[in-house]
Antibody, heavy 122, light 110 residues
Framework: EVQLVESGGGLVQPGRSMKLSCAAS????????MAWVRQAPTKGLEWVAT????????YYRDSVKGRFTISRDNAKSTLYLQMNSLRSEDTATYYC???????????????WGQGTLVTVSS | DIVLTQSPALAVSLEQRATISCKTS??????????MHWYQQKPGQQPKLLIY???NLASGIPARFSGSGSGTDFTLTIDPVEADDIATYYC?????????FGAGTKLELK
């Protein structure tokens, strides 16, 4: 059974940093791209960042580029999101997702963790 | 960015058909495949994949759910609607970065 378990969320002051982790199990982690998707309270879903199966390629939404870093440790089957210079608008539940794909380069968010809430406030 | 437009809400009766639409600002087809996917989210839960690549049913999803469309116009159909289907439904494109979602359609009981 595929499991994705996020951790590391909580209350943080504006301008400070926080690192999220996602422990994966039930599949061969190193075979899949992974992504973070967030959801502000009472709002819709927003893609944040994606990392390729081997970590060689990363993609970010413009609003987090230069502040957030997505990374992975395939030996530990763990995904990370380092968030620096946090802003109030980064307040959201952050979901770890597994990207399934086919060879046309299409990909979709096949599995989701339960999410971890990040609150940026003074 | 590719913008996905969904109606905010849809009221439906149990055992009837629900049709949820998603229109994109650009063509999201490539190599004959639609890079359009659908998710269901119930309150307090994480989203769940329903349909990928426009019309492919995800594993474990009942056949009451189906997806159709191409180019810039897509539809998620639930037929018949059951009480457990009351949720918010999101479309999402993966043709380009940033991957984008629609604002969601809340399915309500009439």
């Amino acid at each position: 059974e595929v499991q994705l378990v996020e951790s590391g969320g909580g209350l943080v002051q504006p301008g400070r940093s926080m690192k999220l982790s996602c422990a994966a199990s039930g599949f061969t982690f190193s075979n899949y791209g992974m992504a973070w998707v967030r959801q502000a309270p009472t709002k819709g879903l927003e893609w944040v960042a994606t990392i390729s199966y081997d970590g060689s390629s990363t993609y970010y939404r413009d609003s987090v580029k230069g502040r957030f870093t997505i990374s992975r440790d395939n030996a530990k089957s763990t995904l990370y999101l380092q968030m620096n210079s946090l802003r109030s608008e980064d307040t959201a539940t952050y979901y770890c997702t597994r990207e399934d794909f086919d060879y046309s380069s299409s990909h979709w968010f096949a599995y989701w963790g339960q999410g971890t809430l990040v609150t940026v406030s003074s | 960015d590719i913008v996905l437009t969904q109606s905010p809400a849809l009221a439906v009766s149990l055992e009837q058909r629900a049709t949820i639409s998603c229109k994109t600002s650009q063509n999201v087809d490539n190599y004959g495949i639609s890079y359009m996917h659908w998710y269901q989210q119930k309150p307090g839960q994480q989203p769940k994949l329903l349909i990928y690549e426009g019309s492919n049913l995800a594993s474990g999803i009942p056949a009451r759910f189906s997806g159709s469309g191409s180019g810039t116009d897509f539809t998620l159909t639930i037929d018949p609607v059951e009480a457990d289907d009351i949720a918010t439904y999101y479309c999402q494109q993966s043709k380009d970065y940033p991957n984008t979602f629609g604002a969601g359609t809340k399915l309500e009981l009439k």
